[in-house]
């Protein structure tokens, strides 16, 4: 079976921009969450997707918004980017009850200058 | 709100030598409670866990974890860590299995394995 893919690996942004990252599901997972690891620190839940419906929400700015499409794949968008949102954003899939123990996907390295 | 505090930020031992990962969490209420590993430049893989059950709960590549609800507690151990071993560890907790509801996690402990 596949795991987590999420792609870019590495993304050097300028502040102001946008950013899309894109995470593939581990076949047969429905549920997609998503997390910021900042340098340092462990990582804090964004949100989590259920059949295409956000379904939980931690403390970020609506400018950090994401979809889940019917393969179960997932994107997080964050728009108006800040210095701040530099950081590795881990997607994780898992199947029915989210918090069995997620599979981690390897990250996206966001750099914003 | 829950919260997990990871006591020592790194971790420093030989090879071979036995090792604990404290990890304290703070919830009025009852809690599952996790380890995850995270070896450079990949994402987190869970060591093991602990739901229900038996307090002393045992995972992948011989790491072992007790959960100590009146010390509310969960530190991980391995009686001889090997090299292979060096990766940064993060305690989390959820206050529910179900669908929406975060993991929150401390902030790492950086063990370093020496031969």
């Known amino acids: 079976e596949t795991g987590v893919t999420q792609s870019p690996t590495h993304l050097i942004k300028t502040r102001g921009q946008q950013v899309t990252l894109r995470c593939s599901s581990q076949s047969g997972h429905n549920t997609v969450s998503w997390y910021q690891q900042a340098l340092g620190q462990g990582p804090q839940f964004i949100f989590q997707?259920?059949?295409?419906?956000?379904?939980g929400r931690g403390n970020f700015p609506p400018r950090f918004s994401g979809l889940q499409f019917p393969n179960y794949s997932s994107e997080l968008n964050v728009n108006a980017l800040e210095l701040d949102d530099s950081a590795l954003y881990l997607c994780?899939?898992?199947?029915?009850?989210?918090?069995?123990?997620?599979?981690f996907g390897s990250g996206t390295r966001l750099t914003v200058v | 709100a829950q919260s997990v505090t990871q006591l020592d930020s790194q971790v420093p031992v030989f090879e071979e030598a036995p090792v604990e990962l404290r990890c304290n969490y703070s919830s009025s209420v009852s809690v599952y409670l996790f380890w995850y590993v995270q070896y450079p430049n990949q994402g987190l893989q869970l060591l093991l866990k602990y739901l229900s059950g038996s307090t002393l709960v045992k995972g992948i590549n011989g790491f072992e974890a007790e959960f100590n609800k009146s010390q509310t507690s969960f530190h991980l151990r391995k009686p001889s860590v090997h090299i292979s071993d060096t990766a940064e560890y993060f305690c989390?907790?959820?206050?529910?299995?179900?669908?929406?509801?975060?993991?929150?996690f401390g902030a790492g402990t950086i063990l370093r394995v020496k031969s």
């Open positions: 997707y259920y059949r295409e419906e956000e379904n």
């Open positions: 989390a907790v959820t206050l529910s299995l179900e669908y929406g509801n975060k993991l929150v």
């Open positions: 994780a899939s898992s199947f029915g009850t989210a918090n069995y123990g997620y599979t």
